[in-house]
Nanobody, 114 residues
Framework: QVQLVESGGGLVPAGGSLRLSCAASRSIFSINVLAWYRQAPGKQRELVARITSAGSTNYADSVKGRFTISRENAKNTMYLQMNSLKTEDTAVYYC????????WGQGTQVTVSS
């Protein structure tokens, strides 16, 4: 099993930056896929970015060039650096891990004001 705890959310003006962290309860070295999802009010949860154990990354078109996903195996932590934030980035952001099953964090709120 894997417990995931997100942190780093908050209120930021449009154009600003935030860095989200996702701390795992076990070593992430062997976790195949780590990802960030988000869910805005009234919308479905969507994939924001994912990173594999080999370091390969994928991004949603809406965040390419603005967001960067990374993982620090030594700290069992994944990050999402979010720059040039837009009001449409407002959502609850969830950490996800695929390790013999799907695991989710509790979510952290990101609010971008105009």
């Amino acid at each position: 099993q894997v417990q995931l705890v997100e942190s780093g959310g908050g209120l930021v003006p449009a154009g600003g930056s935030l860095r989200l962290s996702c701390a795992a309860s076990r070593s992430i070295f062997s976790i195949n896929v780590l990802a960030w999802y988000r869910q805005a009010p009234g919308k479905q949860r969507e994939l924001v970015a994912r990173i594999t154990s080999a370091g390969s990354t994928n991004y949603a078109d809406s965040v390419k060039g603005r967001f960067t996903i990374s993982r620090e195996n030594a700290k069992n932590t994944m990050y999402l650096q979010m720059n040039s934030l837009k009001t449409e980035d407002t959502a609850v952001y969830y950490c996800y891990a695929h390790y013999w099953g799907a695991y989710w964090g509790q979510g952290t709120q990101v609010t971008v004001s105009s």
